[in-house]
């Protein structure tokens, strides 16, 4: 009975060791796999919006003597990309005198998905000022911002795809920057947590 005994733990042990590296390894390539999923997934999003804005850098810089022209082009950036929450383009100071020292046409889609414009600047916001717009005129390239939340909904966090616009002669005049939402990541961890 108790070499019986023994042998059945011994047994025991020898499948439990045997499985215990098989489940680990199952566990680890699966986890590998969602982990490759979820970047490709967001490789795939933040391209798309870093591509939409490219698509439309031609056409602002074609318009730049048309001020009016601005609000139709972010609010159609908006409208034609679901992936972007928001778009403004920001003027370097007092760019077009007419419309004050600051000049910033902006569209976001709200809570009901509808695309609402409005200009930005002046006394209720100075981006001049602000450290985001004194970093990407310095850069003048485009790059991805810092998480950060805006003033439009503190509850969404946000990313920024930042894009400099040049005149004719090649000067700096504008930064067009697209928000992209960060809620769609929070939705796949919690996917993942789900698995």
């Known amino acids: 009975m108790l070499v019986l005994l023994i042998m059945m733990c011994g047994m025991s042990y020898l499948i439990y060791s045997s499985q215990k590296s098989v ?3 199952v566990s680890a390539n699966g986890f590998h796999t969602n982990m490759r999923s979820t970047d490709r997934f967001i490789s795939n999003v933040m391209s798309d919006v870093s591509v939409a804005i490219s698509n439309n850098l031609f056409d602002i810089e074609r318009h730049l003597n048309q001020p009016d022209q601005m609000q139709a082009i972010v609010e159609r950036i908006v409208t ?6 928001s778009c403004g383009i920001s003027f370097i100071d007092s760019y077009y005198p007419k419309q004050g020292r600051s000049f910033c046409p902006y569209a976001w889609r709200n809570d009901s998905m509808q695309v609402v ?3 930005l600047g002046g006394a209720g ?8 717009f004194k970093e ?4 003048d390239s485009a790059y991805w911002s810092m998480p950060f939340f805006d003033g439009q909904d503190a509850k969404t966090p946000l990313v920024a795809y930042l894009h400099p616009i040049h005149d004719a002669q090649g000067q700096l005049v504008a930064i067009l920057g697209a928000d992209l939402s960060l809620s769609f990541m929070a939705r796949i961890l919690e996917k993942q947590d789900n698995l």
Do not use: F, G, K
Request: aromatic share 12%; charged share 30%; proline share 4%.
């Open 117 to 119: 414009t409005r200009q």
């Open 125 to 132: 916001y100075d981006y001049l000022d602000s450290e985001w």
């Open 136 to 139: 990407s005129i310095a850069c």
């Open 80 to 85: 034609q990309n679901p992936r972007i929450r």
């Open 23 to 25: 489940v680990v390894e």
